[in-house]
C-alpha cells in the first residue's frame, strides 16, 4: 500500500475522509463537503445521532454529481485532547472500515488543528502510521479469498497544508512500521516455517540496513558452555542457533550499547513435559520476545538511530524426543550455576539464562532488556493490557514506563525479593527452573536475574501483550508486534547521542 502526502484539496479517491469535532464542530474540509453535497454532511449527523465523539464514524453515499464513492466523517472528540496515540487510532480506525470495502484509493482531508497538543505535520504523519499498521493482514497462505473479504485499498492520500517537515516524520514512522511488522510477520509464521535455521536466515537479512549479524552454531554453543540453552533444543531435528544483531549508530564506536535479548523458542510442545493438544498450535508465537528485538532492530537501523545497540536472540525448538531432556536433568549454564530442570516445559527460562549471561559477559552493556512470552502467570495477573516488567533498576523502569505510555505499550512493575528468589533453590543443584505453585512470572523473573549481575536490567514478560484474538485500534486480530515501538521509544528518548 502507498501512503502519500498531497496539498491538493480536491478529492479525486474512491473514499474521502472529513473530519468533525465534538458537539458537531465540522473541520473546515468537513465544510467543505457539506457545502458541495447541499447539506447532506449536517443531514447525516443528525439522522446518524454522530455528535462528533472520538472514533465515532458515519458513512455517506456520496451524490452522483460528485467523482468519489463515499465520504467518511469521522469524530475526532476534543480537540485539545488529541495527541499521536489518539491520531494513530483514528489512522486505524478508518482503515478498518474501509480496507475491505471495494475502494481502493483513499483520499484524507486534514485540517491543521487549532487548539490540540499535536501540530498539523504530526497529526497528518501520525495519521498515516496508522493506517499502515491497521492494514497489515497476513494472507499469504490463503489460495482463495471471498471478494468481500479481500483487502482493497492499495493507495492513501493525507492531504494537508503541512511542509516537508511531514513526509520526513512520516518517513521515520514508517520504518519503525516496517520493524512492527516484520515482528508480526515472524510470530505468525508456522514452526514448519519458522524455526531455528530458516529464521536465521530471515534474521540475516537485515545486514542490507547495516545490521551485523552473527549466527553462533550448536558447536559453538557448546564451546561457550550454554549448556542450559542447548538443553532446550536438544530434543529437535532443528540446530538451535544464537543469533547476535550489531547495530551501530552512534558517532562514538566505543560507546557501550543498549542491548536487547529475546526468547526466541520457535515452537514450545512442553517437550516431555508436554502440553495438553487444545491450543497447542499457539506456541508457534513463543519466539515473540525474539521477534520483538529483531524488529526493534530493524526500526533503530531503518531511521538511522544515533546509538549503538546489540541484539540477541536464543532460537531453539522444544520437542519431546528420545533425544529430548527429562525432567530431573541437571545442565550446567555459561555462568557456571546448575539447574535442576524440573519442569521441561519452563524452557524459556533456561534460552535466557545463557543468552543474558553472554550478552553481558561480552558486550559490558549500559543496559539489559529481556523479552519473552515467558509465563501464563502474567496473563493471570495482568490479562493483555500491560507486559509485566521486573528490574533491578528503577531508573530504567521509570524511563521504561513512560516509554509505553508514549506508544501505549503499557508496561507494569511486578515485585521481585530474596522470598521470591529463594523459591528457585534446588535440592541438587544451584537452581532449579520453577518455583512454587505462586507468583510464576515472579520466580521465573527471579531465576532469570540470577543470570545477571550488576548492569541495569529489566525482564518484559509479554506472554499477555504479544498476541491477540481482537483486533485492536492499530492491529488486525492476531500477532501485535508489541515491543517494537516500546524498545524504539525508549532509545529515541533516553539512549541516542
Ligand atoms: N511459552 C510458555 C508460556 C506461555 C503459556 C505463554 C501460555 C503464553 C501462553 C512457557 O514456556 C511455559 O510453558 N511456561 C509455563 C511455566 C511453568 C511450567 C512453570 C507456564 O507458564 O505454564
Ligand atoms: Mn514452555
Ligand atoms: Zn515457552
Given at each position: 500500500m502507498n501512503i502519500k502526502f498531497s496539498k491538493k484539496s480536491l478529492p479525486t479517491s474512491d473514499s474521502h475522509v472529513v473530519f468533525v469535532y465534538s458537539d458537531k464542530e465540522l473541520s473546515d474540509s468537513a465544510a467543505k463537503i457539506d457545502k458541495v453535497t447541499d447539506g447532506l454532511v449536517s443531514r447525516a449527523m443528525d439522522v446518524g445521532h454522530f455528535?462528533?465523539?472520538?472514533?465515532?464514524?458515519?458513512?455517506?453515499?456520496?451524490?452522483?454529481?460528485?467523482?468519489?464513492?463515499?465520504?467518511?466523517?469521522?469524530g475526532l472528540g476534543k480537540e485539545a485532547s488529541l495527541?499521536?496515540?489518539?491520531?494513530?487510532?483514528?489512522?486505524g480506525k478508518i482503515m478498518a472500515r474501509l480496507i475491505a470495502s471495494g475502494d481502493e484509493t483513499l483520499s484524507i482531508a486534514v485540517d491543521v488543528p487549532k487548539k490540540a497538543n499535536i501540530s498539523g505535520a504530526e497529526f497528518a504523519a501520525h495519521l498515516g502510521y496508522g493506517i499502515r499498521l491497521r492494514r497489515y493482514r497476513f494472507d499469504k497462505y490463503f489460495t482463495k479469498q471471498e471478494e468481500s473479504k479481500k483487502p482493497s485499498v492499495i493507495g492513501v492520500d493525507i492531504m494537508c497544508t503541512a511542509s516537508a517537515n511531514v513526509k520526513k516524520m512520516f518517513e521515520e514512522l514508517d520504518r519503525i512500521a516496517d520493524g512492527v511488522i516484520l515482528a508480526r510477520d515472524l510470530v505468525t509464521e508456522p514452526g514448519n516455517v519458522i524455526y531455528p535455521e530458516s529464521y536465521a536466515e530471515k534474521i540475516k537479512e537485515l545486514s542490507d540496513l547495516g545490521i551485523d549479524v552473527e549466527i553462533l552454531t550448536e558447536d559453538e554453543m557448546e564451546e561457550l558452555g550454554m549448556g542450559s540453552l542447548l538443553s532446550v533444543g536438544q530434543g529437535s531435528a532443528c540446530e538451535s542457533h544464537l543469533v547476535v544483531m550489531h547495530w551501530n549508530g552512534s558517532e562514538n564506536d566505543d560507546e557501550p550499547p543498549v542491548a536487547f535479548v529475546g526468547k526466541g523458542v520457535t515452537f514450545d510442545t512442553g517437550g516431555i513435559s508436554l502440553k495438553p493438544g487444545a491450543g497447542m498450535e499457539d506456541m508457534k508465537f513463543d519466539m515473540g520476545g525474539s521477534a520483538a528485538v529483531v524488529g526493534a532492530m530493524k526500526a533503530l537501523a531503518g531511521r538511522n538511530a544515533k546509538v549503538n545497540a546489540i541484539g540477541v536472540v536464543g532460537l531453539?525448538?522444544?520437542?519431546?524426543?528420545?533425544t529430548a531432556q527429562r525432567p530431573g536433568d541437571v545442565v550446567t549454564s555459561m555462568s557456571g550455576q546448575t539447574i535442576e530442570v524440573i519442569n521441561t516445559d519452563a524452557e524459556g527460562r533456561l534460552v535466557l539464562a545463557d543468552a543474558?549471561?553472554?550478552?553481558?559477559?561480552?558486550?559490558?552493556?549500559?543496559?539489559?532488556?529481556?523479552?519473552?512470552?515467558?509465563?501464563?502467570?502474567?496473563?493471570?495477573?495482568?490479562?493483555?493490557?500491560?507486559?509485566?516488567?521486573?528490574?533491578?533498576?528503577?531508573?530504567?523502569?521509570?524511563?521504561l514506563i513512560r516509554a509505553g505510555k508514549d506508544v501505549d505499550e503499557l508496561v507494569w512493575r511486578m515485585p521481585m525479593s530474596k522470598g521470591f528468589d529463594k523459591l528457585v533453590d534446588s535440592k541438587i543443584a544451584d537452581m532449579k527452573n520453577v518455583g512454587g505453585k505462586y507468583g510464576g512470572s515472579i520466580t521465573a523473573a527471579q531465576f532469570l536475574q540470577r543470570y545477571v549481575n550488576d548492569v541495569p536490567w529489566v525482564h518484559i514478560d509479554i506472554a499477555g501483550t504479544a498476541w491477540r484474538t481482537e483486533a485492536s485500534d492499530i492491529a488486525a486480530p492476531g500477532a501485535t508486534g508489541y515491543g517494537v515501538r516500546l524498545l524504539d521509544q525508549l532509545v529515541r528518548d533516553n539512549y541516542e547521542d
Open positions: 455528535e462528533g465523539k472520538f472514533g465515532q464514524i458515519i458513512e455517506l453515499v456520496a451524490p452522483v454529481n460528485l467523482d468519489i464513492n463515499r465520504v467518511l466523517v469521522v495527541d499521536q496515540v489518539k491520531t494513530q487510532k483514528i489512522g531453539v525448538e522444544n520437542m519431546p524426543s528420545s543474558l549471561w553472554y550478552t553481558q559477559d561480552r558486550f559490558k552493556p549500559k543496559f539489559m532488556i529481556d523479552l519473552a512470552t515467558l509465563t501464563g502467570a502474567i496473563m493471570v495477573a495482568l490479562g493483555q493490557e500491560y507486559a509485566g516488567i521486573f528490574s533491578n533498576n528503577d531508573e530504567l523502569c521509570e524511563n
